[in-house]
């Protein structure tokens, strides 16, 4: 295969002398030895910039290799760098590849001008040599010879083989031609620049017209493709960002989306290309969308943030926190070239598409220890690290953009935001306007500050009941554990207490079940099995046992069993869901809430048995149907309860009617006035902070409050939150209503097989309400539970998704339940799974009463990550 000579041309001793060395080459096969061309190479040895230093150069010409440059101190070389907005793109020799036949006043005045101005240069006699050259050095420019008629279909495929090389496409390819075909009076380089050329340059053996056209290469076309080539480089970031990435015009047609985009949104970038976004996202009957984002970022100083809902291809929609940035690259105002929208995913919909790499398996870990139900692992808090501070920050930074955020979390978040920039006067008052936004009451004044008015207790008795009721004593203190314990009547104490159900006839398999109650992957399912439906009965002796209820109500072991069988008794069977398993499931979520150290720090024993038992109270008497269903309806328990609240309402009514109809059952009847009226009051509000219609109200309070959003002194220690700190009795409160939220819906966070099983049951109960409400002519209150049309999938990851997912997020943070996140992580893949299959009904019952192998597979899944972790610790 043919080379084109080697030449050395190099100074010697300081002096000013040169020597030319030519070396044998092989040329087609032979060596043979060189004669000096016929045209001599300028003496560019002795040559002599303008400023009189002299060139320290070493040049080789004509290897199989690029030209190596020994020396860069080169004339009229800037050592300034590129630009590329904030990146700077250092200056560097570039390479340069000769394809002549032979070599003559042209290629010769070509070398000259590249190694006048500091540049590498490598001559090729033929096509094919010359393309393999390129296709491993990737030469910059490339220059190619077009004079001679009998060559230029060599020359032509030689640029369409580079064009058709990975990197082809940032090379320059300039083709020399005979003057006479650019002075034609017609358009003779549109086939040549159709080929994949750049430009024609005019024959001409001149030194300096060649050092010119190179100099205005590199100025120009080879600074634009080396800017080019960082721009896909920024690209190639995007394109691996788990942000959601999309660029548009000043009129929101579509310019980009990157790949995290097209998989949670559907879309491909085929379909939105030249497509409107205000148009193709829109979410019917939400008015707010980019084009109002847009004029807001202009009015603002170019950058907007919230929440907005995008329509994915599915036809449903997802809230997704958007940072919408308008862009003016010429920097003329009020003219946004671009709009840039940046959109956090929802964590699991993110985990859903994270990579298998260590930081990929570490994002869903970012709150802490990871405890397999099988093997224990270290807790990552424990390890002082780096590594752990900062998973921890991004874990409740997330707690910020919340999927549907409330008005009053905007304002404390602006209000926050707004401290940090202030004089310290301000900041100390802002501190105070968010504490008193993030109180429980913002309109109900405090009762005793009447600001001096009157000082009459008369007054002050009848504004109390007028506005809250009747006045407790110890209404806002906090007791100590040893107090809580010890307020029930003397006579109490000498009963004995509940001894773990030993008089009763226990199976081995149902004690051997019991054991396990304290673990989050209790199978209440199996609990209903062993007890003939009565599992509430069984757990509840045996939960509230461990937590001494029977001690703290001052209540004896006979009267405890028999208040747990009167209430499961008034649970209905006939519900597939909201029968008195769920009760006992929500009993052993609860359990399992009270024990984690926050939990156990907060509550004291009074509070931790009114929570067991508003556990086990919450759905009683449910008629499996919704409290919607029974206003359409027309049913006595809407019109007792004036349509609000209806459910809930009767649960905590009919749950103290029925304990305090006999003696037999009242398990409070040894309690003082003042402890049955706190522990009323506790349960009370536990069963009606489950309505879901207060879900996002209880959700951002809690969040306002025990999630405070981080400022810069103490965004290192997120991890020592001072818990005694928040211990007021609003706060408390708040907990309360978070944790019994949380185990009334902790399906989706039970392992699999339990969570779709609950699925099965809940859907079921809803296609029943849809039944009877087309068979009434009522109003279909969930109309996508139709039983023929139904998508059970859809159903199951849309309530993670609006519902789940942030109130786990926020309690994950708060208590720490690692477990419980994987299990969430994992389930949402698998209705993910089927929902990609197309499947839409309910999962038939033998599709996972064999799914032994993967929960198994679950549980190492869990064990890898969590092994992952401590190795990488």
């Keep these: 295969m043919g080379c084109a000579p080697s030449s050395h041309i190099s100074t010697t001793d300081g002096r000013q002398r040169s020597s030319l060395v030519l070396d044998t080459v092989e040329r087609d096969g032979d060596l043979t030895s060189l004669e000096p061309p016929r045209t001599a190479l300028p003496d560019v040895a002795n040559h002599k910039p303008k400023d009189g230093t002299d060139n320290d150069i070493s040049w080789t010409r004509g290897s199989r290799d690029t030209g190596q440059l020994a020396g860069r101190k080169v004339s009229g070389r800037r050592n300034s760098c590129l630009k590329l907005g904030t990146m700077r793109i250092p200056h560097e020799p570039i390479k340069i590849l000769l394809s002549f036949s032979r070599e003559d006043a042209q290629s010769n005045a070509w070398t000259w001008a590249a190694r006048k101005l500091g540049n590498s240069s490598t001559l090729y006699r033929n096509s094919e040599s010359a393309g393999e050259a390129f296709s491993i050095n990737q030469h910059q420019l490339v220059i190619v010879d077009r004079r001679h008629s009998n060559r230029t279909a060599e020359a032509d495929q030689l640029v369409r083989c580079i064009r058709a090389t990975p990197g082809g496409r940032h090379a320059v390819v300039i083709a020399v031609v005979k003057r006479s075909l650019l002075e034609r009076e017609e358009n003779s380089v549109q086939s040549l620049l159709e080929i994949g050329y750049d430009r024609c340059y005019p024959e001409s053996g001149s030194l300096g017209a060649c050092l010119n056209e190179l100099t205005t290469l590199l100025c120009g076309e080879i600074s634009s493709r080396r800017r080019l080539k960082a721009a896909e480089a920024v690209m190639s970031v995007l ?114 598409f994270t990579s298998n790499d260590l930081g990929g398996d570490l994002y869903p870990l970012a709150r802490g220890s990871l405890r397999s139900i099988r093997k224990p692992s270290y807790d990552v808090r424990s390890i002082n690290s780096e590594v752990g501070n900062v998973l921890r920050r991004q874990s409740l930074a997330r707690l910020h953009s919340l999927a549907i955020e409330a008005p009053i979390t905007k304002v404390i978040n602006i209000l926050a935001a707004l401290q940090e920039s202030s004089p310290a006067h301000v900041a100390q008052t802002l501190d105070k306007v968010i504490d008193i936004l993030r109180s429980a009451e913002l309109y109900s004044p405090p009762i005793f500050d009447t600001k001096g008015k009157s000082d009459d207790p008369v007054a002050t008795d009848l504004l109390a009941a007028l506005l809250q009721g009747p006045r407790q004593s110890n209404a806002g203190v906090r007791r100590s554990s040893n107090e809580s314990a010890a307020r029930v009547t003397p006579t109490a104490l000498a009963r004995p207490l509940l001894p773990t159900g030993s008089n009763l006839a226990v199976p081995i398999q149902l004690r051997d079940l019991l054991e396990t109650d304290s673990e989050w992957s209790f199978d209440v399912i199996k609990l209903e099995k062993l007890t003939g439906k009565r599992p509430l009965v069984w757990a509840g002796l045996t939960i509230l046992s461990r937590f001494d209820v029977p001690r703290t109500l001052g209540c004896d072991e006979v009267t405890l069993q028999n208040w747990l069988t009167l209430i499961e008794s008034h649970y209905h069977s006939s519900n597939s869901y909201h029968n008195s398993t769920h009760a006992a499931d929500v009993l052993q979520s609860t359990a399992y809430f009270l024990v984690r150290p926050r939990i156990k720090d907060l509550l004291d024993p009074l509070e931790q048995a009114a929570s067991l038992i508003a556990a086990i109270t919450h759905d009683i008497d449910h008629p499996g149907k919704t409290s919607a269903f029974l206003c359409n309806s027309g049913s006595d328990l809407a019109i007792l309860y004036n349509d609000l609240c209806v459910l809930e309402s009767h649960h905590a009514a009919l749950t103290f009617k029925l304990t305090l109809s006999d003696d037999r059952v009242n398990i409070f009847k040894n309690l003082d006035p003042d402890t049955y009226r706190e522990i009323r009051k506790i349960i009370i509000d536990m069963v009606l902070a489950t309505e879901m219609t207060k879900h996002f109200e209880h959700l951002s309070k809690f969040v306002n409050v025990f ?44 392992p699999l097989k339990i969570c779709i099983e609950w699925t099965r049951r809940i859907v079921e109960e809803y296609f029943s309400q849809t039944d009877e409400e087309n068979m009434r002519g009522l109003p279909l209150v969930m109309a996508q539970f139709e039983r023929s049309t139904c998508s059970v999938p859809k159903s199951q990851i849309g309530f993670i998704d609006f519902f789940v997912s942030d109130m786990f997020d926020a309690w994950d943070a708060f208590i720490e339940i690692p477990e419980l996140m994987n299990h969430l992580k994992l389930n949402y893949e698998y209705w993910k799974q089927l929902e990609v299959k197309g499947l839409t ?33």
């Design 239 to 352: 394109e691996m960002s788990r942000e959601l990435v999309t660029i548009t015009d000043q009129n929101h047609i579509v310019q980009y989306i990157n790949p995290a985009c097209e998989r949670i949104l559907g879309y491909s970038m085929q379909d939105l290309a030249n497509q409107n976004i205000v148009d193709l996202l829109r979410v019917e009957g939400v008015k707010f969308d980019v084009a109002d984002a847009t004029l807001l970022a202009q009015k603002k100083g170019r950058e907007w943030e919230g929440t907005m809902f995008y329509r994915r291809k599915t036809g449903d929609s997802v809230p997704l926190f958007t940072r919408v940035i308008s862009l003016n690259v010429d920097g003329i105002p009020d003219r946004p070239e671009h709009v840039v929208l940046m959109k956090e995913a929802p964590p699991l919909l993110a985990d859903k």
């Design 707 to 750: 999630t405070k959003p981080l400022t810069k002194e103490d965004e290192y220690n997120i991890d020592d939150l001072n818990v005694s700190n928040l211990s007021t009795a609003e706060n408390i409160t708040l907990v309360r209503r978070m944790l019994i939220k949380c185990a009334d819906i902790s399906n989706p966070v039970r």
């Design 841 to 873: 009904g309910i999962p038939p019952e033998d599709s996972y009463n064999n799914l032994d192998e993967q929960l198994r597979v679950q549980d190492d899944r869990i064990d890898e990550k969590d092994e992952t972790v401590q190795d990488f610790l």
